[in-house]
């Protein structure tokens, strides 16, 4: 079946600009994860939502961050104000439950590049 | 202090060689040990994952925990170039949302 899809797959912008980031995951995936990876740092968790509901947003950096997820199923990482630390790999993730052990589907990335 | 250290390399062995792939933690509330491996310009997958300490074996794989320590190890025997890629320690505590993750080890396997 279908796996996790992301869009856009590249995206440059230019600071102080907002960018909308989309995530669709696994059909019936009730648990979906953001991260960020920049280059030698690995993967920043930056929220988590069960459903439609976000019971974990510790790791969004600053308030120029947020994301929402709609009808237990797509979700949009929006980033105001980009900044040039902002560039790096924004990665999504979806699982069945969110239950540990349970496997986390990486989708492909969106590449963000501040110029 | 990072929750998670992992060294980023780059490794790089010839094919065949036994590779040895490591972490260290510093919390002792982890409970689930994993790794991931990600290839150029995709997404981490699961590769393995453990439960406390003791090995798990899958083929080529062997993935070793131990708690005493906070240590954990990805072993890869007879090593192949399609295992060139970047392998991810990933650790998650018992009733949290959360996984660290690793920096990544870049491994290439030369033919």
């Known amino acids: 079946g279908a796996g996790v899809s992301q869009s856009p797959s590249n995206k440059v912008t230019e600071k102080g600009k907002d960018v909308e980031l989309r995530c669709d995951p696994i059909?019936?995936?009730?648990?979906l994860y953001w991260y960020r990876q920049s280059l030698g740092q690995g993967l920043e968790f930056l929220i988590y939502f069960q459903g439609n509901s976000a019971p974990d947003k510790s790791g969004l950096p600053s308030d120029r961050f947020s994301a929402e997820r709609t009808g237990g199923s797509v979700s949009t990482l929006t980033i105001q104000r980009t900044q040039q630390e902002d560039s790096a790999v924004y990665l999504c993730?979806?699982?069945?439950?969110?239950?540990?052990?349970?496997?986390?589907?990486f989708g492909p990335g969106t590449r963000l590049l501040v110029l | 202090q990072k929750e998670v250290e992992q060294d980023p390399g780059p490794l790089s062995v010839p094919e065949g060689a036994i590779v040895s792939l490591n972490c260290t933690y510093s919390n002792s509330a982890f409970q689930y040990f994993m790794w991931y491996r990600q290839y150029s310009r995709k997404g981490p997958e699961l590769l393995m994952y453990t439960y406390s300490s003791g090995n798990k074996e899958d083929g080529r794989f062997t993935a070793q925990v131990d708690k005493s320590s906070k240590y954990i190890s990805l072993f890869i025997r007879d090593s192949q170039p399609s295992d060139s890629a970047t392998y991810l320690c990933a650790l998650h505590r018992t009733g949290g949302f959360k996984t660290i993750f690793g920096a990544g080890t870049r491994l290439f396997v030369k033919a």
């Open positions: 059909s019936g995936h009730t648990a």
């Open positions: 993730a979806s699982s069945s439950s969110g239950t540990p052990p349970e496997t986390q589907y």
